[in-house]
């Protein structure tokens, strides 16, 4: 039997009132989570005032006890089905909230103990003649945010380009070696951080290649950013729309210009977040520079030359020192370099909202 729609019942249809039946709640269901929610609570609060179980015991502890009384609550009111739910729910809203946890408790540490060191003579001299016990109003940063600089700017030279142009390579020559090319990219993103630094280190430091300087420091970040750059271009890339490249085609265009005067231009934004994302990747990594780059005290600008401070060798060095100064140092560094994380996060945020619209 076949059921026609009948058109004149639209009208009708229209001026009902939008029900959500998956929406309604008993009150014994609302009790119930309330229920769920406040007596692990309780317990756990019960357990910091009256117990002597450390408190970061007592929230792995609050885990289970919640887990264990959504069950139940999720028992009572939907049966066995409900049990499941109840688990991927409180587990899902237990991430989040633990993320949100560590994020803050992060910018909270490096607010309360770097904002001690922020000053203009901070911000703008150098470590020539400090020691780690010098008093915090003497010596500053500036060598070593001038250094990381110049080390993200030579690493971003070298690989933003091959990384933009194996992306091109895997989406639009998308010849014979894609596989193994995507092969190794994938592999790159799995190297440790010290391996690229010893890399460095021992095929070219010290074969005498090259010195221990900001080049060196930029060639062991340009490893580490070159697959975070392929692999995030290729996704972009990935994403314009197959009727640019066969039209450009059909009116006579060459490959090579139609990816250079179609794809690139329409991928421009997300080649942008990919740039920002590979530099914000790389710039908060010590162990490469450690072997690399070095460490000096005074004001470098000659990337070929001398030895380098940057900031996460500075605060390396800085926090272990049993002088307060000296670690309080080490968190304005950590502060400052957290801040220009931050930036370029967020201006991949706001090129790629650009994008959408």
Same mark, same amino acid.
Request: aromatic fraction near 8%; glycine fraction near 6%.
């Given at each position: ?50 117990? &002597?179980?450390? &408190? ?11 887990? @264990? ?11 066995? $089905? ?10 899902? @809203? ?34 020539? /003649? ?7 109003? /003497? ?18 030279? @070298? ?8 992306? @091109? ?6 010849? $014979? ?53 392929? $692999? ?64 000096? &005290? ?24 049993? /002088?307060? &100064? ?32």
């Amino acid at each position: 039997m076949t059921t026609l729609f009948d058109p004149s019942r639209i009208p009708t249809l229209q001026q009902q009132e939008r029900t959500r039946p998956w929406s309604k709640r008993t009150k014994k269901f609302d009790v119930s989570v309330a229920l769920a929610v406040i007596v692990p609570l309780l317990i756990v609060v019960a357990m910091f005032q009256f117990s &002597d179980i450390p &408190d970061a015991l007592v929230m792995v502890i609050y885990l289970p006890l919640q887990l @264990i009384a959504s069950g139940i609550a999720a028992y009572l009111t939907k049966g066995k $089905r409900g049990i499941g739910d109840s688990l991927i729910i409180v587990n899902a @809203i237990g991430a989040s909230i633990f993320s949100f946890v560590v994020i803050i408790s992060v910018i909270w540490s490096l607010l309360s103990h770097g904002i001690k060191a922020l000053s203009i003579p901070f911000l703008t001299q150098n470590s020539t /003649y400090i020691s780690p016990s010098t008093p915090l109003e /003497y010596g500053g940063i500036a060598h070593a945010a001038l250094g990381t600089l110049l080390i993200v700017a030579i690493s971003a030279l @070298i690989a933003v380009p091959i990384g933009i142009a194996t992306a @091109i390579y895997i989406t639009e020559v998308r010849g $014979r070696a894609v596989p193994y090319v995507r092969f190794f990219v994938q592999s790159m993103s799995g190297v440790p951080s010290v391996v690229a630094g010893l890399f460095i280190l021992t095929t070219l430091i010290l074969t005498g290649a090259i010195n221990t300087s900001a080049f060196a420091g930029g060639l062991a970040y340009a490893i580490l950013m070159l697959p975070t750059v392929a $692999r995030t271009a290729e996704e972009v890339l990935r994403l314009v729309p197959d009727d640019l490249r066969t039209g450009a085609l059909a009116l006579g265009s060459t490959r090579a210009r139609t990816v250079f005067q179609v794809v690139l231009p329409a991928a421009k934004t997300g080649i942008v977040t990919a740039i920002i994302l590979g530099v914000a990747r790389v710039i908060g990594e010590t162990a490469p520079l450690l072997m690399t780059a070095g460490k000096n &005290d005074a004001t470098v600008t000659n990337p070929f030359s001398d030895p380098i401070s940057t900031l996460p060798v500075s605060i390396f060095e800085n926090v272990a020192q049993p /002088y307060p &100064d000296a670690v309080t140092r080490a968190w304005g560094s950590a502060l400052i370099l957290m801040v220009v994380v931050a930036i370029l996060f967020t201006a991949a945020r706001l090129i790629g909202r650009n994008k959408v619209k």
